[in-house]
């Protein structure tokens, strides 16, 4: 009986909370472009940069440890 539709009441539609199972499109810092990336013009001068202050870390540390 509650399960029969009654005389002048529209249908219910079930709720939609919007998860669909599926990561939502947007983009990330590493896909926006950017005008102004110096990492795109030069990537290797970053990682000279980044090997030299290994390099003068490891040589502090090394003092250290003496």
Known sequence: MADEPTQGTEPVEPI???ATGERP???TPLSAPSETDPFAERPEAFIGAAFAGG???ALILRRFAR
């Open 16 to 18: 939609n909370q919007g």
């Open 55 to 57: 390099l003068v870390v």
């Open 25 to 27: 499109f947007g983009e």
